[in-house]
């Protein structure tokens, strides 16, 4: 099955600094990469994802990036503000008969003022 | 407001007893899934439904079974609780043409 590495798995920034948290997968044929934001006691939320199709896309302050060939993924986060302190988890959609999504280990982003 | 909705929200159950834990989406969802989300943050598939009358175990090995009568409702049961059963379980949906989850405040479960 589908294998996904997260690293780091706690990260701290001072405020104003970038975050970059990257991720690999072992499947070639994935083809759908979401990141999600979990504050503490709250539930995840999907922050941005991108397709194989494309190799990079960015959304305000965040930007993840793929490649393909390496089977790696990256989510950049850039002036980090107090309010992106979270945990961050990347998926991975498996193919196949079953379409599901398999998480990375989760990290703790912390964010100091 | 459309939305997936998880009950209760915390559970604090004696060793033995029988309990479910209530999903419920109202987006009209077909695809719904189960993860348990252990104290160091990893998320793991325990059951997912493709539809209605549609169940199927995840990657962990869970004690628990579920059911899919109606689109909108996935609830999990946990037919005799055990302390390695505390976790927090999330429920989650997502739409047949989308990709993207939707997840539910999810129900910290403990077991004394």
């Known amino acids: 099955g589908e294998n996904v590495e997260q690293h780091p798995s706690t990260l701290s920034v001072q405020e104003g600094d970038s975050a970059v948290i990257k991720c690999t997968y072992s499947d070639s044929a994935s083809n759908y990469f979401p990141w999600y934001k979990q504050e503490l006691g709250k539930r995840p939320q999907l922050i941005i994802d991108i397709r194989s199709n494309v190799g990079e896309k960015k959304d305000q302050r965040i930007a993840v990036t793929l490649n393909k060939t390496a089977k790696h993924f990256s989510l950049h986060i850039t002036e980090t503000q107090p309010e992106d302190s979270a945990v961050y988890f990347c998926?991975?959609?498996?193919?196949?008969?079953?379409?599901?999504?398999?998480f990375g280990k989760g990290t703790k982003l912390t964010v100091n003022p | 407001e459309a939305d997936i909705y998880q009950t209760p929200r915390y559970l604090v159950i004696g060793t033995g007893k029988k309990i479910t834990l209530e999903c419920s989406q109202t987006?009209?969802?077909?695809?719904m899934y189960w993860y348990q989300q252990d104290p160091g943050m990893e998320l793991h598939l325990i059951h997912y439904s493709y539809g209605v009358n549609s169940t199927e175990k995840g990657d962990l090995s869970s004690e628990s079974t579920v059911s899919r009568i109606r689109t909108e409702h996935f609830p999990l049961t946990l037919e005799s609780a055990r302390p390695s059963h505390t976790s927090q379980y999330l429920c989650?949906?997502?739409?047949?043409?989308?990709?993207?989850?939707?997840f539910g405040s999810g129900t910290r479960l403990t077991v004394v």
């Open positions: 987006m009209g969802h077909d695809k």
């Open positions: 998926a991975v959609l498996t193919q196949g008969g079953s379409e599901k999504l398999v």
């Open positions: 989650a949906s997502r739409e047949r043409a989308s990709y993207g989850y939707t």
